[in-house]
């Protein structure tokens, strides 16, 4: 299953792909090598087909949110300390910087593929001070963190 990182805010996201290197903008998919390809997409929650923001999840308070995957994020601590799980984890962490300085707070929420409506494995509230590293970011499966600047 692929595991999803989940960000709502009450302000709009930046949607598109962060962190991936191409060749030059002639050739955007042509990389040095496979670090320079890994980067992480950012999929906004508006459908285009019924025409209006759809939610990602119901644990959600804000109707602005953006969708994630990487196989390179790990859940728990399954840390592998990669170089591709290092430069995922810092776009995550950039990204969030970024939202919550926009923005004030944000949700973060990260599960498996399926189980966005389920119960919560754990909810807390945390201070982006707090958050110093990010390897800070890695959450269990269905945990749910509301970030304060």
Not at 73 to 80: A, Q, R, S, T, V
């Amino acid at each position: 299953m692929t595991q999803y990182m989940y960000i709502a805010s009450p302000m709009r996201l930046p949607n598109g792909s962060f962190g991936s290197k191409p060749l030059s903008s002639e050739q955007p998919n042509v990389f040095i090598n496979e670090l320079d390809f890994i980067g992480l997409y950012f999929d906004n929650n508006y459908d285009s087909r019924l025409k209006r923001k759809i939610s990602y999840s119901p644990h959600f308070s804000f109707d602005y949110q953006v969708a994630a995957y990487s196989n390179h994020i790990p859940l728990g601590l399954e840390y592998k300390g990669t170089a591709e799980e290092v430069k995922c984890l810092t776009i995550l962490y950039a990204y969030l910087n970024e939202a919550l300085n926009a923005s004030g707070v944000v949700e973060y929420f990260t599960c498996l593929s399926g189980k966005e409506h389920s119960a919560l494995s754990n909810k807390r509230n945390m201070c982006w001070v707090d958050i110093k590293d990010p390897y800070d970011l890695v959450l269990e499966d269905l945990e749910f963190w509301v970030i304060t600047l």
